[in-house]
C-alpha cells in the first residue's frame, strides 16, 4: 500500500528534473528586463578644427598706411628718379600690366612682367622681401594694389612708379617696343606669414574685372549728374585740397587719418568713388574698401589731374597758367596799365582817381606821400578791400618805383578792378619831376563795403602778397651784375617790346615780351633755377615775376629798376 502512493511522486518529480534540463539557463547579477534593447558602444568624437579668425582688414591697412613715408609721396617714386637710380642701383622692376598695354606701349628695359591677377601666384619670381622693388602699372592704380599687397606680405621696400608707364613715357625716357619682357624666372620660395591674409589679398586681385573698379572722368562727372550720385570722398592731404581744389561736395578724408575716421564713411551698399592726384593712393583705398565689404567702390582713373585735364568743374582752384595767360597777353602794349608822373599830375587837378600808397610805414615817414593818398602797405592790402573804391571806378597806385605797384595792379585787376593804373617809376618818378609831397603820415583809410570777387582768387593772390619778402623779390643792377659772373649765373628774361630791346638789352637776355611770356615756358629753365626778369622800369618786370611764382618758378626776381636803372648804374647794354 505504502509502494503504490510514492510511485506517482517519484514520477513527477524526474519529469521536473527534465523539463529543467531543457530550458534556458538564466543570466546572472547583470541580466536586463526583457523590454531594453542591448547599449550599442560609441566613437570617440573627431578634435573640432580651430577656425581662423578672418583678417582685420582696417587694422591690416591702418598699419600699411602709417608706415608709408607721406614725405616721399607714400612710397612713390618719379620717373626721372627711378630713371637716375636705374643708372647706379637699380632695383627689381615689375611690370603688372596686360599684354597687351606692354605690346603697345612698351616697357622699362629689365622689368620682370607678371600680370596683376597673377601676382600673388608668382612670389617665388620676385626678389628677397627686403630687397628694392618698384612696381608700375599704366597710371599708378594697379600699382597701388600690387605694393599694397606685396607690403602687406612684409615686403619691405616697395615703391610705386608715379604716374606709371605713361610718366615715364611722357618724360621721354627709353622704353623697349615691340617686343615682350623676358620670361620671369623662379628666385625663391618666399614664407607667407599669415595665410588668410594671402587668401583674401590673392582672391581680390584674381578677381578683379576689366577696367580694374575705375571710373573716367566723364562718367563720374555723369554720375554725379543723376538722381542718385555716389558718394565721393577725396583722400589727399589737407595742403593739396587747400592748393589744387576739390570736387564739389567731396568728403575731404587724408589717407593718413582714412582708417581711423571710418565712422564718417557712407553705407556699405552706397556707391563711393574714391579720388586723389594721380589714382595711387586712391586705389589703396579702394582695395581696402572692397575687402571690408563696400561692394561699390571705383577709384577715380588719373585722379584730380584727370578731372581737371577733362575741364570739369574744381572748387576752390584756379587754373593760374592759363589766368595769367590770358591776362598778360591781354596787357595793353601803350602804356601796360602805367600812368606817367606828369599825367597823374594833370588828372589830380580835374579828376583825381584814387590814390593808393603800398610802401612800407618807414618809406612814407622818411620820403613823404602824394597828397590825397590813401595808405595801405602792400603785404596788408587784399585784405583791406574795403577801403577801396567800387571795382569800376579809377585807382592809381603807388610804390618806391613801381615794382610793388606793378604787382598791385595785376593783382586788382585779376579780382576785376577794371581801372586800375601804377605810377611809372613810383614816387621816385614823381620826386624826379619835381611834383609836390607831403611829409608825416596820410589820413587812415576809410572802411566801406567789401567787393564781391572770386574767392579763390583773393585766396591765393592775398597769400602771394602777404608772403613777400623783405626786398620784395628786386635784385640791384650792380648786385645782378656780380651775380652774371658766377655759377650759376641767373637766367635773364627781358619782358619789353622789340622796339625797346632794339635799343639795348643786358648781354644773354632772353627777349620774351610780356604778352608772349607764358606761351614760352619752354624757354624757361627749371623751376628751381635762378630767374631775373628784367622790363624799362621795373612794372612789366613785377607782373612777370608774381605770374612765374604763382606757377610754380621759385627763384624769380626782378631787376629794381629796370634797365633805366642799369643805364643810370652805367653798366653795359648790347644791341647783338
Given at each position: 500500500?505504502?509502494?503504490?502512493?510514492?510511485?506517482?511522486?517519484?514520477?513527477?518529480?524526474?519529469?521536473?528534473?527534465?523539463?529543467?534540463?531543457?530550458?534556458?539557463?538564466?543570466?546572472?547579477?547583470?541580466?536586463?528586463?526583457?523590454?531594453?534593447?542591448?547599449?550599442?558602444?560609441?566613437?570617440?568624437?573627431?578634435?573640432?578644427?580651430?577656425?581662423?579668425?578672418?583678417?582685420?582688414?582696417?587694422?591690416?591697412?591702418?598699419?600699411?598706411?602709417?608706415?608709408?613715408?607721406?614725405?616721399?609721396?607714400?612710397?612713390?617714386?618719379?620717373?626721372?628718379?627711378?630713371?637716375?637710380?636705374?643708372?647706379?642701383?637699380?632695383?627689381?622692376?615689375?611690370?603688372?600690366?596686360?599684354?597687351?598695354?606692354?605690346?603697345?606701349?612698351?616697357?622699362?628695359?629689365?622689368?620682370?612682367?607678371?600680370?596683376?591677377?597673377?601676382?600673388?601666384?608668382?612670389?617665388?619670381?620676385?626678389?628677397?622681401?627686403?630687397?628694392?622693388?618698384?612696381?608700375?602699372?599704366?597710371?599708378?592704380?594697379?600699382?597701388?594694389?600690387?605694393?599694397?599687397?606685396?607690403?602687406?606680405?612684409?615686403?619691405?621696400?616697395?615703391?610705386?612708379?608715379?604716374?606709371?608707364?605713361?610718366?615715364?613715357?611722357k618724360?621721354?625716357?627709353?622704353?623697349?617696343?615691340?617686343?615682350?619682357?623676358?620670361?620671369?624666372?623662379?628666385?625663391?620660395?618666399?614664407?607667407?606669414k599669415?595665410?588668410?591674409?594671402?587668401?583674401?589679398?590673392?582672391?581680390?586681385?584674381?578677381?578683379?574685372?576689366?577696367?580694374?573698379?575705375?571710373i573716367?572722368?566723364?562718367?563720374l562727372?555723369?554720375?554725379?549728374?543723376?538722381?542718385?550720385?555716389?558718394?565721393?570722398?577725396?583722400?589727399?592731404?589737407?595742403?593739396?585740397?587747400?592748393?589744387?581744389?576739390?570736387?564739389?561736395?567731396?568728403i575731404?578724408?587724408?589717407?593718413?587719418?582714412?582708417?581711423?575716421?571710418?565712422?564718417?564713411?557712407p553705407?556699405?551698399?552706397?556707391?563711393?568713388v574714391?579720388?586723389?592726384?594721380?589714382?595711387?593712393?586712391?586705389?589703396?583705398?579702394?582695395?581696402?574698401?572692397?575687402?571690408?565689404?563696400?561692394?561699390?567702390?571705383?577709384?577715380?582713373?588719373?585722379?584730380?589731374?584727370?578731372?581737371?585735364?577733362?575741364?570739369?568743374?574744381?572748387?576752390?582752384?584756379?587754373?593760374?597758367?592759363?589766368?595769367?595767360?590770358?591776362?598778360?597777353?591781354a596787357?595793353?602794349?601803350?602804356?601796360?596799365?602805367?600812368?606817367?608822373?606828369?599825367?597823374?599830375?594833370?588828372?589830380?587837378?580835374?579828376?583825381?582817381?584814387?590814390?593808393?600808397?603800398v610802401?612800407?610805414?618807414?618809406?612814407?615817414?622818411?620820403?613823404?606821400?602824394?597828397?590825397?593818398?590813401?595808405?595801405?602797405?602792400?603785404?596788408?592790402?587784399?585784405?583791406?578791400?574795403?577801403?577801396?573804391?567800387?571795382?569800376?571806378?579809377?585807382?592809381?597806385?603807388?610804390?618806391?618805383?613801381?615794382?610793388?605797384?606793378?604787382?598791385?595792379?595785376?593783382?586788382?585787376?585779376?579780382?576785376g578792378?577794371?581801372?586800375?593804373?601804377?605810377?611809372?617809376?613810383?614816387?621816385?618818378?614823381?620826386?624826379?619831376?619835381?611834383?609836390?609831397?607831403?611829409?608825416?603820415?596820410?589820413?587812415?583809410?576809410?572802411?566801406?563795403?567789401?567787393?564781391?570777387?572770386?574767392?579763390?582768387?583773393?585766396?591765393?593772390?592775398?597769400?602771394?602778397?602777404s608772403?613777400?619778402?623783405?626786398?620784395?623779390?628786386?635784385?640791384?643792377?650792380?648786385?645782378?651784375?656780380t651775380?652774371?659772373?658766377?655759377?650759376?649765373?641767373?637766367?635773364?628774361?627781358?619782358?619789353?617790346?622789340?622796339?625797346?630791346?632794339?635799343k639795348?638789352?643786358?648781354?644773354?637776355?632772353?627777349?620774351?615780351?610780356?604778352?608772349q611770356?607764358?606761351?614760352?615756358?619752354?624757354?624757361?629753365?627749371?623751376?628751381?633755377?635762378?630767374?631775373?626778369?628784367?622790363?624799362?622800369?621795373?612794372?612789366r618786370?613785377?607782373?612777370?615775376?608774381?605770374?612765374l611764382?604763382?606757377?610754380?618758378?621759385?627763384?624769380v626776381?626782378?631787376?629794381?629798376?629796370?634797365?633805366?636803372?642799369?643805364?643810370?648804374?652805367?653798366?653795359?647794354?648790347?644791341?647783338?
Open positions: 500500500m505504502i509502494k503504490k502512493v510514492h510511485l506517482p511522486l517519484v514520477m513527477l518529480m524526474i519529469l521536473s528534473i527534465m523539463l529543467g534540463a531543457c530550458a534556458t539557463p538564466a543570466t546572472t547579477s547583470t541580466a536586463v528586463p526583457p523590454t531594453t534593447a542591448p547599449a550599442t558602444p560609441t566613437t570617440p568624437p573627431e578634435p573640432t578644427a580651430t577656425v581662423e579668425p578672418a583678417p582685420d582688414v582696417a587694422a591690416l591697412f591702418k598699419a600699411l598706411v602709417d608706415g608709408l613715408p607721406a614725405d616721399k609721396g607714400y612710397a612713390v617714386v618719379s620717373a626721372t628718379k627711378l630713371n637716375e637710380e636705374l643708372v647706379d642701383k637699380p632695383p627689381f622692376l615689375l611690370d603688372v600690366r596686360e599684354d597687351a598695354e606692354i605690346e603697345k606701349d612698351g616697357y622699362i628695359d629689365g622689368s620682370v612682367h607678371i600680370a596683376i591677377r597673377d601676382l600673388l601666384k608668382n612670389l617665388d619670381k620676385l626678389p628677397g622681401q627686403d630687397e628694392a622693388i618698384v612696381v608700375y602699372c599704366a597710371s599708378g592704380h594697379r600699382g597701388g594694389f600690387a605694393l599694397a599687397s606685396l607690403k602687406l606680405l612684409g615686403y619691405t621696400n616697395v615703391r610705386n612708379l608715379g604716374g606709371g608707364m605713361a610718366a615715364w613715357n618724360a621721354n625716357l627709353p622704353a623697349v617696343i615691340g617686343s615682350m619682357p623676358p620670361a620671369a624666372k623662379t628666385l625663391g620660395s618666399p614664407a607667407i599669415d595665410q588668410a591674409v594671402f587668401n583674401l589679398l590673392d582672391e581680390f586681385l584674381s578677381s578683379l574685372p576689366d577696367g580694374f573698379y575705375t573716367k572722368a566723364d562718367q562727372s555723369e554720375a554725379l549728374a543723376a538722381n542718385t550720385p555716389p558718394a565721393v570722398i577725396d583722400v589727399r592731404t589737407l595742403d593739396e585740397w587747400n592748393k589744387d581744389g576739390y570736387i564739389e561736395g567731396a575731404h578724408l587724408p589717407l593718413g587719418e582714412f582708417f581711423a575716421n571710418l565712422n564718417q564713411l553705407n556699405p551698399d552706397q556707391p563711393v574714391i579720388y586723389c592726384g594721380s589714382g595711387y593712393r586712391g586705389a589703396i583705398v579702394l582695395m581696402a574698401l572692397r575687402l571690408m565689404g563696400y561692394s561699390d567702390v571705383t577709384n577715380l582713373a588719373g585722379g584730380l589731374g584727370a578731372w581737371k585735364a577733362a575741364n570739369l568743374p574744381v572748387a576752390g582752384w584756379v587754373d593760374w597758367p592759363t589766368v595769367w595767360a590770358e591776362f598778360l597777353a596787357s595793353p602794349e601803350h602804356g601796360f596799365y602805367m600812368i606817367k608822373a606828369e599825367d597823374l599830375n594833370a588828372s589830380l587837378a580835374d579828376n583825381p582817381p584814387f590814390l593808393l600808397d610802401r612800407e610805414v618807414s618809406e612814407v615817414e622818411k620820403d613823404g606821400y602824394i597828397a590825397g593818398a590813401v595808405h595801405i602797405p602792400v603785404r596788408e592790402l587784399l585784405k583791406n578791400l574795403d577801403k577801396l573804391p567800387g571795382v569800376d571806378e579809377p585807382i592809381v597806385v603807388y610804390c618806391a618805383s613801381g615794382h610793388r605797384g606793378g604787382m598791385v595792379v595785376a593783382a586788382l585787376k585779376l579780382l578792378y577794371s581801372d586800375v593804373r601804377d605810377l611809372g617809376g613810383g614816387l621816385g618818378a614823381w620826386k624826379k619831376a619835381n611834383f609836390a609831397v607831403e611829409m608825416g603820415q596820410p589820413e587812415a583809410p576809410v572802411a566801406g563795403n567789401s567787393p564781391e570777387v572770386d574767392a579763390t582768387r583773393l585766396r591765393d593772390l592775398d597769400a602771394f602778397l608772403g613777400l619778402p623783405d626786398g620784395f623779390y628786386t635784385v640791384k643792377p650792380a648786385d645782378l651784375n651775380e652774371l659772373t658766377g655759377t650759376p649765373a641767373p637766367i635773364l628774361v627781358d619782358v619789353r617790346t622789340p622796339e625797346e630791346t632794339a639795348g638789352y643786358i648781354e644773354g637776355s632772353l627777349l620774351i615780351p610780356i604778352d611770356l607764358l606761351g614760352n615756358l619752354n624757354q624757361l629753365p627749371d623751376k628751381s633755377a635762378p630767374i631775373v626778369v628784367t622790363c624799362q622800369s621795373g612794372h618786370g613785377a607782373m612777370g615775376l608774381i605770374a611764382r604763382m606757377l610754380g618758378y621759385s627763384n626776381r626782378n631787376l629794381g629798376g629796370g634797365v633805366s636803372a642799369w643805364s643810370t648804374a652805367e653798366l653795359p647794354l648790347t644791341t647783338n
